[in-house]
Each structure stands twice: as C-alpha cells, then as structure tokens.
C-alpha cells in the first residue's frame, strides 16, 4: 500500500513559481508511474502532468505545457511539480496519484490520491 503526501502548495502572485512535492510511503513508487492532476472551484479534477516510473517520458495537459515540469527522484520516494508563470487560472487543489501505466492522462487510470495542496495564484 502506498501513501502520498503533497505539500509546498500556497499563494503566489501571477507571473510567480510554486514547486509541489508529493512524498510516497508505504512501498517505493519506482513501480509506479506518477501524476498530478487539479481541481479548481466548481470545477471537474482534470490531468496536469504525469512521469513514468524512470523519468524519462513525461506528459503534460496543453495548458500547463512549457510552464509546468513534473520530475522524481526515486531514491527520495518523492515526485515534484515544477510550476512558474503561474497565472489566475492555475488556482486550484493540486492531488498527485500512482498508476501502474507510464503515460496514463486518465483520472480512472490512477489511485492512492493524495490530500491535495492549495495553490492560489492572484492577479
């Protein structure tokens, strides 16, 4: 069974930069590959980003795409969300998931959801 831990959420001005961290316990995530996805207000989760278990193929929802970098370090049980330009619109609650796949985007396709972490990002 694995946990995950996300943290490093907060607020930010537009134009700033967050890193998220997701911390896994219970088993190593090297067997899994990683994402983070968001839920914003009155609004669907929807896919940020994933990484495969390696690190070496990642994917990203077009518009997080050249802003956002996901990464691991799998000696650290840790996954991490690089995010700079933010704008108002990447308010949101960021969760990260395991998935036995190396580039699923589908929410169904993940589980062990993480707590979430706020991010807020004003104008």
């Known amino acids: 069974q694995v946990q995950l831990v996300g943290s490093g959420g907060g607020l930010v001005q537009a134009g700033g930069s967050l890193r998220l961290s997701c911390a896994a316990s219970g088993r190593t995530m090297y067997y899994y590959g990683m994402g983070w996805f968001r839920q914003a207000p009155g609004k669907e989760r929807e896919f940020v980003a994933v990484i495969s278990r390696n690190g070496g193929t990642t994917d990203y929802a077009d518009s997080v795409k050249g802003r956002f970098t996901i990464s691991r370090d799998n000696a650290k049980n840790t996954v991490y969300l690089q995010m700079s330009s933010l704008k108002p619109e990447d308010t949101a609650v960021y969760y990260c998931?395991?998935?036995?796949?190396?580039?699923?985007?589908?929410?169904?396709?993940?589980?062990?959801w993480g707590q979430g972490t706020q991010v807020t990002v004003s104008s």
């Open positions: 998931a395991k998935s036995w796949s190396d580039s699923a985007v589908a929410e169904a396709d993940f589980s062990s």
